[in-house]
């Protein structure tokens, strides 16, 4: 063995290496890992502690290498996955490593309560941002989260209630392989924000039962399964007297808006929420606001979102007045609310963001081209059928769209 090669030793939930692991150990000059591994596992050896200074301890490693020692690094499961091997091998490099994985946190967590995970999306909110762990589970059917003591499975829930999204189970996973393991489940997130738990927990969030009724073909993120739909009709959403996007004028609605991966997207005037319904699937990790004046036409839109299964928040309010309150857009949709909405927009407008609008009188179109750059006609005609069986092209009413800036 070289004097450069690192060894990466997984440690299993219940922190008993296998015998060829333990040997490894054995033979270690210097251990390094997490205080509580270190604990179980140092046996006297000279360690390092992999804490809150990763860099700090990065350079201990790196300086116990030079001196021509055989450094072993514990980390918790598979460290490759959520861990310390992303650091190891940017610091030292892949070709310096020998791992050894153990099972994961995530699918110990999944195996205790017999589900699969292989169409789980999976976060950490260990040491990193949870706004960002959120977002990338906010629209998932299953997904783990890995909670930390600043932010713990409650407060987990309690985000994910103040952003409006909706789970039917949540299951709490602590301490894991520890003698204090305890698995608790409840009836989705307000039982899990209502709880008091250990910060040492993976957090299950599962819409339905769980379990696919066929196989998936890849992880979510490149799922061969998936499809992607926008422009649905308009008898898919509840809606008043006609007052919704049309599906042809809202498939371009959507192109228009170049949805972001991320960030928050304002639909106001909603109506139907149709537009910020698909743009919820469309981009599942996008915060989507829908701002509606009308109580019917509020409640119409939550009916709408439980039917698609959509996570969207629903804002009762008039603009501009009600945007005030609300964090700053990436993305605006004004479908109703006129120009006051569109400048309301494009003050609070984040950088790279867009507006886009629509209109059926012509003044008011150019009005809002004038304020966002561009504009254009949509007149659509829809096949229908004749009595005797022939086909004849109706026209719908033309909408002006505006969007900008470029």
């Known amino acids: 063995m070289t004097a450069t090669k690192i060894v990466v030793l997984g440690v299993p939930p219940d922190g008993l290496l296998p015998a060829a692991e333990q040997a490894v150990l054995a033979s270690a000059d210097v251990i390094a890992g997490g205080r509580r591994h270190l604990a179980a596992l140092a046996d006297g050896k000279p360690t390092i502690e992999i804490s809150g200074d990763l860099p700090a301890a990065m350079d201990a ?8 020692n055989y450094v072993v690094v514990l980390a918790s499961g598979d460290p490759g996955y959520f861990g310390v091997g992303r650091a190891l091998a940017a610091r030292f490099g892949p070709e310096s490593l020998e791992v050894h994985p ?34 990338a589970v906010r629209g998932a059917e299953k997904a783990a989260v890995l909670a930390s003591p600043d932010n713990p499975p409650e407060r987990i829930g309690r985000e994910l209630l103040r952003e409006g ?8 996973v602590s301490d894991l392989g520890l003698p204090s393991e305890v698995v608790e489940e409840g009836a989705g997130l307000n039982w899990l924000a209502a709880g008091s738990f250990s910060a040492l927990s993976v957090v299950l969030l599962i819409r339905g039962t769980g379990v696919r009724p066929s196989p998936v073909i890849a992880t979510p993120a490149g799922e061969l399964g998936a499809h992607i739909e926008f422009g649905r009709g308009e008898d898919e959403f509840e809606h008043r007297a006609g007052m919704i996007t049309k599906s042809e004028v ?3 609605v959507l192109a228009r808006l170049a949805l972001p991966t991320a960030g928050v997207l304002w639909d106001v005037g909603a109506g139907s929420g149709s537009v910020g319904i698909e743009a ?13 004046r009308a ?42 609310g006129g120009l006051a909405a569109v400048d309301a927009g494009l003050a609070r407008l984040r950088p790279g963001g ?33 009595p005797d069986t022939s086909m004849r092209l109706a026209a719908l009413d033309p909408v002006f769209l505006c969007w900008g800036p470029s």
């Not at 490693?61 to 021509?68: D, M, V």
């Not at 153990?102 to 941002?129: C, E, N, Q, T």
């Open 61 to 68: 490693i790196a300086r116990a290498c030079a001196s021509e």
């Open 102 to 135: 153990a099972v994961s946190s995530v699918a110990a967590a999944f195996a205790r309560v017999g589900l699969p995970w292989d169409d789980a999306v999976v976060a950490s909110a260990h040491g990193r941002s949870l706004a960002d762990a959120l977002e």
């Open 165 to 172: 999204s909706r789970f039917d189970r949540a299951v709490v």
């Open 250 to 252: 809202r498939a371009v």
């Open 280 to 292: 919820a699937h469309l981009a599942p990790g996008l915060r989507v606001i829908c701002v509606e």
């Open 295 to 336: 109580p019917e036409d509020a409640a119409a839109i939550r009916r709408n979102a439980e039917r698609h299964r959509a996570r969207v928040e629903v804002v009762e309010g008039e603009a501009p007045a009600a945007l005030a309150v609300l964090p700053a857009p990436d993305r605006v949709f004004v479908g109703g």
């Open 354 to 386: 867009r507006v886009v609008a629509t209109y059926a009188s012509v003044e008011r179109a150019v009005a809002a081209a004038d304020r966002l750059g561009n504009m254009v006609q949509l007149s659509i005609s829809r096949g229908t059928r004749l």
